[in-house]
């Protein structure tokens, strides 16, 4: 069956502008969540979505946000893009939210000059 | 909130020797414990998990011990092959009164097999 997708794989934007950026899940699994990964600080956990609600949410600030439609696929959105913004963001998806594990897309790389 | 220490950052090992990943991890509601390997240019892959009613899981060359008591975790890779070359992840996830939290992840392991 077909992983999880995320579009675009790659892209370059400048500081000040806005992106989305989707994940669509494995068929059936209702839980994507979001993460960002950079060389620093590793993986951090964005925001979960379970059945269109945002069950929780990371420490991030207000200019990250997301959203989960009823096909279970999710967006998440930055706004007022910053340097330090330039990572991998990363979607996963599960039956539940976690407790069968999580499977991974391949990411978007995100850059922002 | 839970935190998750992983060691070491980075592991070299010969072809067909043995590989250990320790976690420690800090919450103990933290009931599921995956283990997730990266490659190059791709997305963490599950590899293997345990949950914390049991001690120790194996699966093929790959296994994993769980030690409640005193918060660690431990990935153990036998007879590793070149392509056993990659960067290890664990994660810890507590669970509270049946409120699932997210996955707290390490900051992985560059594991290196020599031929």
């Known amino acids: 069956k077909a992983g999880v997708t995320q579009t675009p794989r790659y892209l370059i934007k400048t500081r000040g502008q806005q992106v989305t950026l989707s994940c669509s899940p494995i068929?059936?699994?209702?839980?994507v969540s979001w993460y960002q990964q950079t060389p620093g600080q590793g993986l951090q956990f964005l925001f979960e979505?379970?059945?269109?609600?945002?069950?929780n949410k990371g420490n991030f600030p207000g200019r990250f946000s997301g959203r989960q439609f009823s096909n279970s696929r999710s967006e998440m959105n930055v706004s007022t893009l910053e340097l330090g913004d330039s990572a991998l963001y990363l979607c996963?998806?599960?039956?539940?939210?976690?407790?069968?594990?999580?499977?991974f897309g391949s990411g978007t790389r995100l850059t922002v000059v | 909130g839970e935190n998750v220490e992983q060691h070491p950052s980075t592991l070299s090992v010969q072809e067909g020797d043995s590989a250990v990943i320790k976690c420690t991890y800090s919450?103990?509601?933290?009931?599921?414990f995956p283990w997730y390997k990266q490659e190059l240019g791709k997305g963490p892959q599950l590899i293997i998990d345990?949950?914390?009613?049991?001690g120790e899981k194996k699966d093929q060359r790959i296994a994993v011990t769980l030690n409640k008591t005193a918060k660690h975790f431990s990935l153990h890779i036998t007879e590793t092959q070149p392509e056993d070359s990659a960067v290890y992840f664990c994660?810890?996830?507590?669970?509270?009164?049946?409120?699932?939290?997210?996955?707290?992840f390490g900051k992985g392991t560059k594991l290196s097999v020599k031929p």
């Open positions: 996963a998806s599960s039956f539940t939210g976690g407790s069968y594990g999580y499977t």
């Open positions: 068929s059936g699994h209702r839980s």
């Open positions: 979505y379970f059945s269109e609600t945002q069950r």
């Open positions: 919450d103990s509601a933290s009931n599921y």
């Open positions: 345990i949950r914390s009613n049991v």
């Open positions: 994660a810890a996830r507590t669970n509270y009164g049946g409120s699932q939290g997210n996955l707290i």
